[in-house]
Structures are given as C-alpha cells and as structure tokens.
C-alpha cells in the first residue's frame, strides 16, 4: 500500500455509499411514503442518482418526479421519519472492506469521526444497527451544522470537535459532494469506486486517492 500523504492526524468517514449500502433503506421508506401519500413509487436509480445531498433535498426531488407539489413537503418529511426511524438499516449492508478498513484506520492511532447529511439521529442508529459506532470519536449530521457539504462548514466544525488541522485531516468519501466540500475546507480527500456519484463515473472527480476498498487505504 501507498503511503498517504500529506501524512494523517485524523480521518473523517461519510457514512451512506462509503460505509454502509443504504440504497435499499432509501427506496424502501420512499415508497412507503409515496403509497402513504397516493403518489406513483419511486424508481431504483432514480434514487440512486438523487441520494448524497441530505434529506431534504431527497425528498423535494422524489416530490418533483412524481409531479406533486412542493407544498406536500412537510407531510412527506412527516411520513419519511416515521418510516425510517423503523426500517432504518434493514435493508442495508456494510460494504465489503470497511470493518477490515476502519480496523486498520484505528490502528494507526489517529481519531476518527462520522460526518454524514443523513439526520443525526438516523446516522447514530444505523451504526449503531451495524456495529461500527464504536470506531468513531464523533458522529455528525446534516442538521448538526448550519449547512450541509458539500459546503465545507461541516468538515471545519468535524475538525475542530477533533482537534485537527484540516491539512492532515482526511476526507474519506464517495461523490463529488465529499470532494467539493474537502477542497473548500482543505482537507486531503480519498474517494471510493463503489458509492452513489450521482451516476458521475467517481475518477472525474478530483481526489488524492481512488480506492476500491476501505481496506486499501491506510499505508
């Protein structure tokens, strides 16, 4: 393995598409919440391609596809709540590599955070669900921060909680939001071949490292 330069103090993780598979949960809630509300279901790789910019976002655009008016929001964020709170992680799967990834990451000593645009509470509980939050020192959401990456507000707050300079702090992501939101704050950022780009081969992107695996990484 390559060694990473610059040289670690600390690593930031999102968590759908780079940890954890969620595609399945997105779809599944959605279209409980689309039958709840009498709307047409939601397409796979329509999600897929939508994904990455918080739940907001998400659910706007679900709205927008199926032709409903973005006055029916509040009651799909409503339904989208109650829904996930319940199907949260079942069915989702921790991609291959990650646990062996985040065992060498740990390793090398340095403290680790979770920063995701999922809700908080929902990002807790997944890893929580899948048995990874004992690796993470800090586990933020996108409504922990005033704005949501790719803004770099929440890498600077993550960096901060760690101690770290963003310099030596890496981003470890898997779509241009991660990319765009590292470079703004700073921080040295590796992406992964295997997460929801927005349908955007992942090697467009700018980055410092590719990897096909979690476990690829460390060096």
């Known amino acids: 393995m ?21 595609l399945g949960d997105f779809v599944a809630v959605l279209n409980r919440v689309m039958a709840d509300m009498a709307l047409p279901p939601v397409e796979r790789d329509f999600v897929e391609h939508t ?3 918080g739940s907001e976002h998400l659910i706007r655009s679900v ?3 199926a032709g409903a008016p973005q006055e029916r929001y509040e009651e799909a964020w409503a ?33 680790m955070a979770c920063l995701t645009n999922k809700p908080a509470a929902f990002a807790r509980q997944l890893l929580q ?23 770099p507000l929440p890498l600077l707050k993550t960096c901060e909680a760690l101690g770290t300079a ?5 981003m470890i992501g898997d779509s241009s939001n991660d990319a ?15 997460g929801y780009n927005h349908g955007r081969p992942i090697r467009e992107v700018p980055a ?8 690829q990484l460390p060096g």
């Open 2 to 22: 390559s060694a990473l330069v610059p040289t670690p103090t600390a690593f930031i993780l999102d968590l759908d598409g780079t940890l954890v598979d969620t």
């Open 51 to 53: 994904i990455g910019q």
């Open 63 to 65: 709205l927008a596809e």
């Open 79 to 111: 339904l989208y709540q109650r829904h996930y709170e319940v199907l949260n992680g079942e069915h989702a799967d921790v991609f291959p590599g990650v646990v062996e990834g985040l065992d060498a990451l740990r390793a090398l000593g340095h403290p």
């Open 129 to 151: 669900r899948k048995g990874l939050a004992g690796y993470f020192v800090h586990v933020f959401g996108g409504d922990d921060f005033e704005r949501k990456k790719p803004d």
């Open 166 to 170: 963003p310099a030596t702090t890496w």
């Open 180 to 194: 765009r939101a590292a470079h703004a704050a700073g921080c040295p950022v590796a992406l992964v071949s295997y």
């Open 208 to 215: 410092q490292r590719y990897i096909d695996r979690l476990d």
